[in-house]
T-cell receptor
């Protein structure tokens, strides 16, 4: 069975601070995919990034960066110079090969960026 | 390119009633998945439909059922509603990329169901 843990329930930062959202996953599969989604108050989940288990290269996209470490089963997400518009719930998710290929989500981290 | 649309956005039912939620998938997508998101929790996988057939199911009882239509739209039906069914129901569509699990899901804004 798969499991995703996001230990940080809520984080509050002041605008322009850097913030890191933690994600730890569990799976026995050797081939898997990790995702981050953002859920603004409107409700829809917005895709941010997908990584496969064979690619540990860190990725940067503008103010966003992701650190994937198989040795610690972690896939952390950092926002540099946070902005008020970054306020949302962020979910880390995992999928593995096989039927349905459903996403297993963590419980989410509510990020509040204060002006 | 239209995204995933869901209806209704909000609805209130009483315990024991039945509900149908609808979803139109994103243009070009042929697979639809449904998720239940309780307040303060992450989404939980209900089931997925591909070519009008159920293609996998999470840990939900049979009173949760679904349909997919030839135009790839989908319905989620819940019978004998219970108080714990109160949640945001999210529909997501995707293309089918084999069995790799690499599919990126496009989510709708959800249908918020309240059961009294």
């Amino acid at each position: 069975a798969q499991k995703v843990t996001q230990a940080q329930t809520e984080i509050s930062v002041v605008e322009k601070e850097d913030v890191t959202l933690d994600c730890v996953y569990e799976t026995r599969d050797t081939t898997y995919y990790l995702f981050w989604y953002k859920q603004p108050p409107s409700g829809e989940l917005v895709f941010l990034i997908r990584r496969n288990s064979f690619d540990e290269q860190n990725e940067i996209s503008g103010r966003y960066s992701w650190n994937f470490q198989k040795s610690t089963s972690s896939f952390n997400f950092t926002i540099t110079a946070s902005q008020v518009v970054d306020s949302a719930v962020y979910f880390c998710a995992l999928s593995v090969s096989g039927s349905a290929r459903q996403l297993t989500f963590g419980s989410g981290t509510q990020l509040t960026v204060l002006p | 390119e239209t995204g995933v649309t869901q209806s209704p956005t909000h609805l209130i039912k009483t315990r024991g009633q039945q509900v149908t939620l609808r979803c139109s998938s994103q243009s070009g997508h042929n697979t639809v998945s449904w998720y239940q998101q309780a307040l303060g929790q992450g989404p939980q996988f209900i089931f997925q439909y591909y070519r009008e057939e159920e293609n996998g199911r999470g840990n939900f009882p049979p009173r949760f059922s679904g349909l997919q239509f030839p135009n790839y739209s989908s319905e989620l039906n819940v019978n004998a509603l219970e108080l714990d069914d109160s949640a945001l129901y999210l529909c997501a569509s995707s293309t089918r990329l084999g069995a790799t699990g690499a599919n990126v899901l496009t989510f709708g804004a959800g249908s918020r169901l309240t059961v009294l």
